[in-house]
């Protein structure tokens, strides 16, 4: 579970006034939104309302500063694995063009022998997606446009024009909940068992299909004690490393501590919470790159050789990483093979291994991929190896728009290099389905404006099923917490009758925003997941992240988290350089991942979307917003000026008699610019 690390984040000094224009350390310029959308990203352009400042000269003028088992026993150790190449490497970075509508003669032919899916006929673009697909077929589909119908119909399809028998169909999504939910809508619509399942599960199965022996999955709470003791053991009878972990802590927690590092045998402390935390911290980062080195065949020797090839500038950190991380994995590795466990970072790639010696005997010819945007690299080597063993077809249907689990390591680059990435099985066809049916045109329109300022993404024009005029989005604000809370509680107040309303948070800690008191209209209260406003108990509440949100809707949506900083939204914590080199490559365009968690948080609505927005301290993007998309949702939400170079928003700040902007994200920013004095000031001077 993440650990909140709140706690030890040092509020930084005021910076000290603007003296001359002179950066004190190189800045990275900031580049506002490119308009329009084909603008080059690396071209500076203008904030909205002010002139854009150059990057500051030697001597600038002086009211103005821009200081700115052990692998299991029947698997091939990691280390003796053949290399795969990599399916992005040599590729054109050209992007695959929209097939037409087709004929419609072939979309009634599939009308025909399909109907109504789910209740309601297919739209002219499911029938062309559905008519048209062939060896490799990608459709792409918006949000609330139906990716799921789509599947159903293209199954119905298979099964009632006699394309394929019902086992020669394999359907697979990522979670559990959305694989039941598609089982179940397969059944209704086909009347066949048709079988929706995990990754996780084709691992395991495939696995079991494949050994006499007995497969056990353990259990997380069993795998973190197993991590814990070692953790503990290695800190309390191994001084080297105790002093390791002790130095990747922060200074206010070790600070004081020196006694506990000069001892032979290191007890812990018992009342130190920060202590305790920062180990859980250290812990949980250890599991999340064990997890991927288990996932990507990695031992602790390729570690170190892909971190001496790299890991660049963090070699030095990244070997410390790795020996925190060593006794946690060997004491991990050991508890599998003597359990004779798998787990499910290990299911992937031994069912993999499984298909590749022909121990595991495909019956698939249709393989259909469900929110195909999350794919990772040990699920694509998966279904590559089923498609070795027997040529299939593949139909995948996801959003690249909606790609927000790079952590969990989900790569951008099979949806955007599709026809690259399974070039081996032919060429590609491309469909897009664009009618949303879940909200409204200024949603749809700001939205998409929003998320297409990445000129990596495919151009998408999702539209409405009608054209009336709508005022989706609101922006609410208030300087302090307090102020937000009761702009929440009074438009709760506001809302029709018997509304579902969700929350949403960029971190869990975010909801803490909702019971920090009350208002006339009253105060919000938690049972379990749900949330009760004792003014209006007919309103159906909870909150959410938006990664866990992702795939729900409710009438009525409240962004808590539109406020600027590490722990903003956009996100500005670093991950840990060691877990960078495990995942895939981060987008160039900056944000580019929390700009698509951002789409993902605005399209959870089907009538209305408010921005809770910190007026002291908020978000780049409700910048964006404001300057470039929709104005008008900002009216009673003034912002304070932004930083012209880093993006974050400008503070004022007082030095002696002197006051100046200075940046909010400083000492990482340390621009300021000089306020000038009024007139009444100056005559008293």
Known sequence: MPVDLS???????????????TPSAPQ???????????RPQSQPQPVAGKKHEAAPPTEPPKKDDARGKTEETSAVPPSRRRPRPSPFIGGTGVKMTPEPLLPQEMRDM??????KVEGHPLSDEQLSAIAGAGNNTLVLAGAGTGKTTTICGYVSWLVKSGEAKPGEILVLSFTKASADEMSGRIRKETGEDIRACTFHSLGLRICKGSTAANITVPSESAIREALQTAFDEAMGTDSRYRRLALSMMPEGIVKGNEAWDGTPMFSKPTLRYAYHQYCGHLIDTAWTIIQHMRGNDMDLAAMERMNRERGGENVGRNRDMLRIIKPLFEAYERYLHDGGYIDFPGM????????EDGSYDSPYRYILIDEYQDLSMPRYELVCALRRRRDCALFCVGDDWQSIYRF???????????????????????????????????LIEASGEFVMADGHLYEKHLRATNNTKDHSLKALGGSDAEERL??????????????????????RSDENLLFGGQSAFGALSKNGRAIALSTRPDLTMEFRTVHAAKGLQS???????????????????????????????????????????????????????????????????????????CPNIFRGVTLPPQCPVCGEALMQRTWGDSRFWGCSAYPNCTYTKQIAASKATRRRR
Not at 7 to 21: I, L, N
Not at 410 to 430: K, P, T
Not at 562 to 571: E, I, V
Not at 594 to 602: D, G, I, P, Q, S
Request: charged share 20%; proline share 9%; hydrophobic share 40%.
């Open 555 to 629: 009438d009525f949506v409240f962004l808590l988290c539109c406020s600027g900083g590490l722990h903003g939204f956009p996100s500005a914590i670093a991950e840990e350089p060691l877990l960078g080199l495990l995942l895939p490559e981060v987008g160039e365009y900056p944000y580019a991942e929390e700009r698509r968690l951002f789409y993902v948080a605005m399209t959870r609505c089907r009538k209305k979307l408010f921005f809770i927005v910190d007026k002291a301290h908020p978000s780049r993007f409700m910048y964006e917003l404001r300057d470039h998309i």
């Open 28 to 38: 990275p310029q900031f580049q506002p939104r490119p308009q329009p959308r084909d």
């Open 486 to 507: 009761d702009s929440i509680i009074t438009q709760l107040g506001k809302l029709p009758k018997n509304a579902s309303v969700l929350f949403l948070g960029r971190y």
């Open 7 to 21: 706690a030890f984040e040092q509020a930084g000094p005021v910076p000290p006034p603007p003296m001359r224009d």
């Open 110 to 115: 599939v009308n025909h022998v399909v109907g």
């Open 408 to 442: 969990a390591g989900s790569d951008i680059r099979f949806i955007l290099d599709f026809a690259q990435v399974w070039s081996e099985w032919g060429s590609s066809r491309m469909f897009q389905i664009t009618t949303t049916r879940r909200f409204k045109n200024s």
């Open 348 to 355: 992937i790639s031994q069912a993999t291994r499984c298909v």
